[in-house]
């Protein structure tokens, strides 16, 4: 079962500019996550916002949660080449661990 | 370095054989989980284990089955390898509290 819905499905800018992906969910959450994958390999956790936080950051990374609209926003700025990648947001239910992820967002970059 | 490791990164297997998938962590994390992940669908789960010898199925165990034996080791079986089983499967681990997952880097599995 899909919960996270990121929008857009790919997007492709130039390095220097600034990347925002969009995820919405359906049910209540515990926490929200962002994960990167390179092209052929295993996802590599970026950043857990709690559902009583608002926003978090990270380096280059910030990141919104808005559970009233049940979603969220990735910001990546002064976007590099090598932040080409997808990107999937994952869900926490309020009890346990088991994560449901969303279809991802595939960025590109371009030098 | 924290590290799941999964055995093999690329495996070819033909119908109906018999299939190990192995996944190791070092970060003694209580909780384990196995993926796949096709084009268009996203990430599946196919089973989990919150504990050793402790099992639960996810959204989409048919065709598989998974060993805990220890802390450490979470195996995915395929117990007659078909050609819809053709995916990356992806292993992941983290400890109780939502911490965030580490994955492995993926098996990406033909069968032919």
């Known amino acids: 079962s899909q919960q996270g819905e990121e929008d857009p499905q790919a997007l492709s800018i130039q390095e220097g500019e600034n990347a925002t992906m969009n995820c919405s969910y359906k049910t209540s959450i515990n926490n929200l996550q962002w994960y990167r994958q390179n092209s052929g390999r295993g996802l590599v956790h970026l950043i857990l916002i709690r559902s009583n936080e608002r926003e978090k950051h990270s380096g280059r990374l910030r990141v919104t949660l808005d559970t009233s609209k049940k979603s969220s926003s990735l910001l990546i700025t002064a976007s590099r080449a090598a932040d080409t990648a997808s990107y999937f947001c994952?869900?926490?239910?309020?009890?346990?661990?088991?994560?449901?992820f969303g279809a991802g967002t595939i960025l590109r970059v371009k030098s | 370095d924290v590290k799941v490791t999964q055995s093999s990164r690329y495996l070819v297997k033909r119908t109906g054989e018999k299939v190990f998938l192995e996944c190791v962590q070092d970060?003694?994390?209580?909780?384990m989980f196995w993926y796949r992940q096709d084009p268009g669908l996203g990430l599946r789960l196919i089973y989990f284990?919150?504990?050793?010898?402790?099992?639960e199925k996810g959204d989409i165990p048919e065709g598989y089955s998974v060993s805990r034996e220890k802390k450490e080791r979470f195996s995915l079986i395929l117990e007659s390898a078909s050609t819809n089983q053709t995916s990356m499967y992806l292993c992941?681990?983290?400890?109780?509290?939502?911490?965030?997952?580490?994955f492995g880097s993926g098996t990406r599995l033909t069968v032919v």
């Open positions: 284990s919150y504990d050793v010898k402790m099992k």
């Open positions: 970060m003694d994390h209580e909780n």
């Open positions: 992941a681990s983290d400890r109780t509290g939502n911490y965030g997952y580490t």
């Open positions: 994952a869900t926490g239910p309020p009890y346990g661990n088991k994560l449901v």
